[in-house]
């Protein structure tokens, strides 16, 4: 099958293209050197790199939480941040936005041979092979389709450091380094808390750092033996903090550091009671 081209699409009857080209023309204004705005002036590659985070994790809350224009509205502040990125590139003359779309449409068909060539599949796992071989070829590498090593060591280069624990945890799992059960989960949970209490009350905060880690990697673990996802729990306890501090703050007559201990923590339960519906 040969794939699409560009030119099949008109850029005056696509109404895709009409807004995305509009959406070009816009940065572009707003990067003009005589023109354009100051803050996008001022922009670099690496000054952008927290709002290229920022509207990823906006765009998966908006996802989770299932409302259309919302999720929209989040996707078109990522894609501004690719266009941004393209254009301060072009203004470099180092690439365009032209380059990074066809670069992504030629790595699609050639990693897609069952769909753009004559090969055959039988299931996923037949895709996902040929995708590893065919990507090791493109880097110049043998194909190891054994080898976890740099697949491991990208997620941790690249992944939030809660995510690359569940991704690491989950292969390293399904090449065969498991425990047998659960209990042996728990038992390096217990091994590693102790290890971790060891640590704060004796030993340099380099090792300190290092049990809290190991301590965090065990707990990840528990929760994939668990079919729970730790990222979708942590945003969860944040947002719950956030919803019973906010009703303290409500409440608060005075200066929260002006109440002892004792006092916050009965605001806090009032808090948490107010919030599951227990008082009116």
Not at 73 to 102: H, M, P, R, T
Not at 136 to 157: D, F, I, M, N, V
Request: one cysteine or more; glycine letters at 4%; a negative charge.
């Amino acid at each position: 099958m040969t794939p699409t081209q560009p030119d099949a699409l008109s850029p005056i009857t696509s109404p895709v293209l009409l807004a995305l080209q509009r959406l070009v023309e816009v940065v572009a204004e707003l990067r003009h050197p005589e023109s354009g705005c100051p803050w996008d002036l001022a922009q670099t590659p690496q000054t952008l790199i927290p709002y290229v985070i920022e509207e990823a994790y906006e765009v998966v809350e908006a996802i989770q939480v299932g409302n259309a224009d919302d999720i929209a509205e989040e996707l078109g502040d990522l894609l501004l941040q690719v266009v941004l990125q393209a254009q301060i590139a072009q203004d470099k003359s180092q690439f365009d936005l032209a380059v990074v779309a066809n670069g992504i449409a030629d790595k699609l068909v050639r990693r897609h041979p069952h769909v753009f060539g004559d090969v055959s599949v039988a299931n996923v796992q037949e895709v996902n092979r040929n995708w590893e071989r065919i990507k090791a070829e493109e880097k110049g590498l043998p194909y190891e389709p054994h080898q976890l090593t740099p697949k491991l060591q990208k997620y941790s280069r690249t992944l939030p450091p809660l995510m690359a624990a569940m991704k690491i945890s989950q292969k390293a799992a399904a090449a065969g380094f498991e425990w047998e059960n659960v209990e042996g989960v728990w038992d390096k949970f217990w091994e590693e808390l102790a290890e971790f209490q060891q640590a704060i009350a004796s030993e340099p905060k380099a090792n300190q750092q290092a049990e809290l880690g190991d301590l965090l990697f065990t707990i990840v673990n528990l929760a994939r033996w668990y079919d729970l996802d730790p990222t979708a729990a942590l945003q969860g306890t944040h947002r719950r903090f956030i919803e019973r501090f906010t009703q303290v703050e409500a409440v608060a007559e005075r200066s929260l550091k002006d109440y002892s201990p004792a006092e916050l923590e009965s605001l806090w339960q009032q808090a948490k009671a107010k919030l599951s519906g227990n008082l009116s």
